[in-house]
């Protein structure tokens, strides 16, 4: 990057910091510190919740997913708006008439304190590992840009955004998150525009589309049906994304506690439904508009050359070794298969140049769909728009991480510590606790983050995955809870239990897209429950 870009990155990153300091004061407890003392109007709650979802993972994956899967991605989002109105009607009225700080507070008063703690602990694992791998999306481009051993990066990462989540807590978040959605949807505009401004002079918007169309990158909708039947294994279709999609959005946001706590910083009902309505509004159209960002990279690579591969740092210390001369061949190869245009053989060279990556690099993926579009950033845009855009997506990961790294603690603290270790704290202890809390959460995600370097995936589709092991079964919980009402504690609790473990087993198995999983773990707690609570009643009677 240029003395420019440098500059507009360390500018903007420090104006965040500073006024997110600003922003924080806020009342030294745990109403302070996690929900803002319930303060926030509903445009606050939509960028709050709208920050926390959109991490650094959405800006530097979701290009690259679209440039090479195409559009159908976008399909996976098409059940939240419907999420959302349940939610409003049947989630929000009950955690905002209890005051409850974290979401599973509510489950010991339906059923029991262990029913409670395992559903907690289900979410304390699913969202520390998964803030894991969004700590390690900024620290690829640290990595990228500065040739940085990926491991020191992540400390710096994570180091830097530990210190920012502890000086403010849920404040902080809430107010920064306004300005980051503000500058991120600002910046990738200008992006899309500057690849359309790239292309050549007779190929404008509408024709960039064709031209990825052509290619079957337009494929917005899919059916899931191949050779006649439909294929359960096809990640993202129609079905997928309205009926899986609809439980994945219903978990997250009305049973994670990263999202709950953001609209319980709402002071008022109503602001609370606004700011989720509006969001079942804005995030289809905002995911559509990231995902063609990458339509349209695919596009200007048909009359530039792209990389062989797109990740400069991997190549760099790949020809360290004796696969040296082999990966030159094949760039030569490549760059004669480009002046042909010749597509199927440079598929099949890419392909080859990634499995002598693996030989070269043992150990090491060599899924470079993350780095798509990085490198077209930094390769292609003027001097200054390089360093705003990656200020974009730094912007991104901190929202969405302090958010993440705050529910962390709200949980620990309200679901473990003032339940099992000490319940008489004072307020000031309270707050003093949760920042160490708060701190070591950090920890743990940046020790998860050396470990997502490998993970076969984009980072979009893995933190998804991810998601996907727990999300059902902590939903089938809830949904009992709220919808069937003779099910007891103990009945919901072994029934969670059992659909956790076959819910690992079946996605071992591979026998079904993980979207249907949010479904299948839901629907085995309901089922699970309604056959277990006779026997599990009857056993309590006579005892």
Not at 181 to 203: C, E, F, H, R, T
Not at 290 to 309: C, D, E, N, R, T
Not at 528 to 540: G, H, I
Request: contains cysteine; positive net charge.
């Amino acid at each position: 990057m240029s003395n420019l870009d440098w500059i507009i990155l360390i500018t903007t990153l420090s104006g965040i910091i500073l006024y997110g300091m600003y922003k924080s004061r806020t009342t030294k407890n745990l109403d302070g510190y996690f929900l803002s003392n319930r303060s926030m109007p509903w445009y606050l709650v939509l960028l709050s919740i709208m920050g926390t979802q959109a991490s650094a993972i959405t800006f530097i994956s979701a290009p690259g997913q679209a440039y090479t899967d195409g559009m159908r991605f976008v399909q996976y989002y098409f059940g939240l708006p419907l999420a959302m109105i349940v939610i409003c009607i049947f989630f929000v009225p009950v955690f905002r008439k209890l005051k409850v700080y974290t979401a599973y507070e509510f489950l010991e008063n339906r059923f029991d304190v262990k029913t409670r703690t395992l559903t907690s602990g289900l979410f304390l694992l699913s969202r520390g590992l998964s803030t894991g791998i969004s700590i390690y999306a900024p620290s690829i481009i640290l990595s990228s840009l500065l040739g940085w051993n990926i491991y020191y990066t992540n400390l710096v990462m994570g180091g830097l955004l530990i210190i920012y989540t502890m000086s403010g807590g849920a404040k902080a978040v809430a107010y920064t998150q306004q300005l980051q959605l503000l500058i991120i949807v600002a910046g990738m505009v200008v992006a899309g525009y500057l690849v359309v401004k790239l292309l050549p002079d007779n190929i404008g918007f509408t024709e960039a589309l064709q031209i990825a169309g052509n290619q079957g990158k337009m494929n917005i909708i899919t059916s899931g049906v191949t050779n006649n039947h439909f294929d359960w294994k096809d990640k993202y279709n129609i079905w997928s994304g309205v009926i899986g999609g609809f439980f994945l959005a219903l978990s997250y946001f009305g049973t994670d506690q990263s999202q709950v706590g953001r609209y319980l910083t709402a002071k008022s009902d109503k602001e609370s439904k606004v700011g989720l309505l509006m969001n079942g509004l804005v995030k289809v159209p905002m995911q559509f508009l990231i995902l063609l960002v990458g339509i349209l990279v695919f596009s200007f690579y048909q009359y530039h050359k792209a990389p062989v591969y797109f990740d400069a740092t991997k190549i760099v210390a790949a020809k360290k070794t004796v696969y040296k001369d082999t990966l030159v061949v094949l760039e030569q190869k490549y760059s004669a298969a480009i002046t042909q245009q010749d597509i199927p053989q440079l598929n099949a060279l890419r392909t080859q140049y990634k499995i002598v990556l693996k030989k070269a690099l043992p150990g090491d993926d060599a899924n470079d769909t993350n780095f798509i579009f990085l490198r077209f950033v930094v390769d292609n845009l003027p001097k200054g728009l390089v360093g705003l855009l990656i200020a974009v997506i730094f912007l991104a990961a901190w929202g969405s991480i302090a958010a993440a790294l705050n529910s962390l603690a709200s949980c620990t603290v309200v679901d473990f510590h003032k339940k099992f270790i000490n319940r008489d704290c004072s307020e000031v202890k309270d707050y003093n606790i949760s920042r160490w809390y708060t701190f070591g959460w950090g920890v743990f995600s940046i020790i998860v983050a050396m470990f997502a370097h490998n993970l076969g995936n984009s980072l979009i589709e893995a933190v998804n995955i991810l998601g996907s092991l727990f999300y059902g079964v902590i939903l089938g919980i809830f949904l009992v809870a709220f919808w069937i009402r003779y099910v007891g504690g103990n009945a919901v609790f072994v029934a969670a239990v059992i659909s956790e473990i076959l819910i690992f087993l079946i996605y071992k198995l591979d026998i079904i897209s993980f979207l249907w999983l949010n479904v299948i773990g839901a629907l085995l707690v309901i089922i699970f429950s309604l056959v277990l609570q006779p026997f599990l009643s009857r056993k309590k009677s006579t005892e």
